[in-house]
Structure formats: C-alpha cells, structure tokens
C-alpha cells in the first residue's frame, strides 16, 4: 500500500489515485517522418528499471489533477512529487531524467525539445 | 433567459432517498442514539471554475455578493448565514446552500464579469448530513482519512472514497459533518452508513 502526497490534498491512501505511467514522454511532432522502428519505441518502449523511476499519478477520487512522483520500484519509497509541466529538483530525479534511454531516442532527436517551465 | 426559466424549479425536486428514508431509532441505541443522520434536502449546489488570474476579483466578488470571507487555502471551506463554499481543486469550488432561490442565475448574475465556469449540480448530487458523539469514529470505518478533531477540523473539507463511493466530506461544526454524493450513489451510501452505524445506535431525522 502507496501513501502519496497529493500537492494539493496531502497524504492519500494509494486507491484515491490512478497511475498514468512513465513520466516526460514526448510524442513526435510529425509522426510521418518516423519508420515504423522508431515509432513502435515511442509507442511502445517503456521504462522498467530496478530503482528509481519518473512516473505520473492522478488523484482520482480527491481534486482530480494530475503530478509527477520520483519513486523507488525496490522500495517504494517517494522522494519528490512536482507539478505535471515541470522537470525534477532533486539530485536522483535529474540524474534519471538525463541518463534515460529516451533523451536519446530517435523521437526526442526529431522534435524540440519540450519547454518545461 | 428563458432556458434558465426552464431550469428553474427546482423546489418539486424529488429525493433519491425519499422511500428509503424511515425516521426512528435504530441499532445499539439503549442508552439513546449517538449518531444522527438526515438527508438535506432540497440542496442547491453549483459548481464554480475560475481562470487563476481572475483570483483576487473573484474573492472581492464572493465577499459583496454571498459575504463569504474565503480563502484559497486548499481542503477548506467558508460560509456565511447558509450559504457554504467548499474547495474542490486548484482554482474549483462547490457553493451551497438550502434551496431558496436559483442559485445558479444569481451567481451567473453577480460574477457575470469574471470569466467563470458555472455547473449547476443540485439535481446530481445529494448532500447527507451526520452528526452526534460518534460521528468521527463512524466515518473512520469508511475512509482513511485523519479524522482527529485537531486535524479535520470545523471547515476543513476533503474529497476521499466514503465506503468506495467518492464522495466530498465537509466539516461544519465539530463532529456534525456534511457529506455529498453522487444522486445515484445516495441509496448505496444512505444503507452503508445505516450499517455502519449500528453498534453505536443512530436515529434517522
């Protein structure tokens, strides 16, 4: 059982909220200039790593928003939770944020790169 | 204005609960009821969405036309006479009060200047309210929730799953709480705190 600090309701039993999966994945601004290769691991390719991972949750049950939550898949433990349209702050979450297979991929070297605020 | 007359009427509404709910004294109630539960009805209840510019008209306009002096804290609520505003998100609030007017044309009305989003939910919703000794205790068998009175305390509200059903929970007074529901779900939750609320002894008003 997760016990998630929503950012704006506060601590909440893990079935108030939904998971939305791996965190900071861009789609393609123009699909069309991809081979099916590169597509499918957008589509397809996510992360599953032993250790800390950038995630998405939604606070389904209390003020419906969505946030994302730096969590350890070995421990569960939650180190940071930032607002959706933002990077990580702390030292794990940008270290994971740079070295992610993705920033790399074919689809981040087509398009530009997000503005996060 | 005249689809808004035809919205009007509000006050034939009819209650999901109204065959279900039978006054009297139920459970373990020897030595009087601890527990008791009503169903406010009619209830109007008007959803508001404002743009986060707009925040500090809005307050102002709040204060002149409901006299409610609220804040942005979150998971609060403010009232003033009956009237009642609840925090549901970032920038969302529910406002609500005993059916006596339509809410909805007045407050379309008085913040006509501001660019708001107004949902008229007093036909889906249903508000239930609970009160006396061992009201905190009933609702820790529903929801995991920090029911302490130093912490949910007068006017702290919370959106949360009462016994599965998602429900907005508020706190009016010190254990007398207000509890709002889907319509559909009010019959499921009306029996759930009916069960729930037997070992302490209740009384239907």
């Known amino acids: 059982m997760l016990y998630i600090e929503c950012p704006w309701c506060g601590f909440r039993d893990d079935e108030e909220f939904h998971y939305g ?23 397809y390719l996510k992360s599953n790593p032993k250790g800390v991972i950038l995630e998405r949750w939604l606070h389904s049950r209390g003020c419906r928003r969505w946030f994302n939550v730096l ?28 070295q992610n297979w993705r920033r790399k991929s074919s689809v981040e070297k087509t398009i530009k790169p997000r503005e996060y605020k | 204005m005249a689809r808004e007359q035809h ?42 969405e404002i743009k986060s510019e707009t925040t500090d008209v809005f ?46 044309s007045f407050l379309h009305s008085e913040l006509k200047e501001i660019d708001i989003a107004l949902i008229d939910l007093s036909h889906g919703r249903s508000s239930i309210g609970i009160s006396g000794l061992m009201t905190r205790d009933l609702l820790s068998k529903g929801a995991a929730i920090d029911w302490h009175p130093n912490i949910f305390v ?10 599965n059903l998602p429900v907005l929970i508020c706190c009016e007074e010190n254990n007398n709480f207000n509890i709002f529901v889907a319509r559909g779900f009010a019959h499921n939750l009306w029996r759930w705190i009916g069960e729930a609320a037997e070992e302490f002894g209740y009384e239907v008003r």
């Open chain 2, 154 to 163: 007068v006017n702290h509200s919370v959106q949360t799953t009462l016994f």
């Open chain 1, 71 to 98: 969590r350890n898949t070995v421990t569960n433990e939650i180190t940071e939770i930032y607002p959706i349209d933002t990077l990580p702050n702390s030292k794990e979450g940008t270290e994971y944020y740079g």
């Open chain 2, 59 to 104: 307050l102002e306009k709040i204060k002149t036309s409901l006299g409610i002096e609220m804040s942005f804290e979150t998971n609060r609520s403010a009232f003033f006479n009956k009237t009642r505003i609840i925090w549901t998100g970032p920038n969302k609030w529910i406002i609500t009060e005993p059916e006596s007017r339509n809410l909805k």
């Open chain 2, 7 to 48: 919205l009007l009427p509000s006050i034939a509404r009819k209650s999901p609960l109204d065959k279900v709910i039978v006054s009297g004294v139920y459970g373990n109630s020897d030595e009087g009821a601890n527990i008791f539960i009503k169903e406010n009805h009619p209830t109007s209840i008007v959803q508001i």
């Open chain 1, 21 to 43: 999966g791996e965190a900071h994945i861009q789609r393609p601004t123009d699909p069309n200039e991809l081979n099916d290769e590169e597509f499918s691991e957008y589509l």
